[in-house]
């Protein structure tokens, strides 16, 4: 059984930064593409920023600049660096993995379990 399993949420206030991880762990084969979501109250869930197993990265327009997306295969972990962080990047962050098992013959679709941000001004 494969898991995703966040950790690195938090308080802090408009400016500062705060560190996401995401560690994957069961019976992985191979892990593909990851991404980070987010959903505010409210809202829809939206992509944050995704990274691919060569990595190369994508990142929404509203976090361009702050936000690093980061993995690291040999540990099947995803990281998040959040800089200059605002009130609208309050939200419950949700890790996201494309992951093949020991025991599939295609890659499934995984999520965390969310991690609650919050910026305060």
């Known amino acids: 059984q494969v898991q995703l399993m966040e950790s690195g949420g938090g308080l802090v206030q408009a400016g500062g930064s705060l560190s996401l991880s995401c560690a994957a762990s069961?019976?992985?084969?191979?892990?593909?593409?990851m991404a980070w979501y987010r959903q505010a109250p409210g809202k829809q869930r939206e992509l944050v920023a995704s990274?691919?197993?060569?990595?190369?990265?994508v990142y929404t327009d509203s976090v361009k600049g702050r936000f690093t997306i980061s993995r690291d295969n040999a540990k099947n972990t995803l990281y998040l660096q959040m800089n200059s962080l605002k009130p609208e990047d309050t939200a419950v962050y949700y890790c996201n993995a494309d992951i093949l098992s020991y025991t599939g013959v295609r890659t499934k679709n995984y999520w965390g379990q969310g991690t609650q941000v919050t910026v305060s001004s």
């Open positions: 990274i691919t197993s060569s990595s190369p990265t």
């Open positions: 069961g019976s992985i084969f191979r892990i593909n593409a």
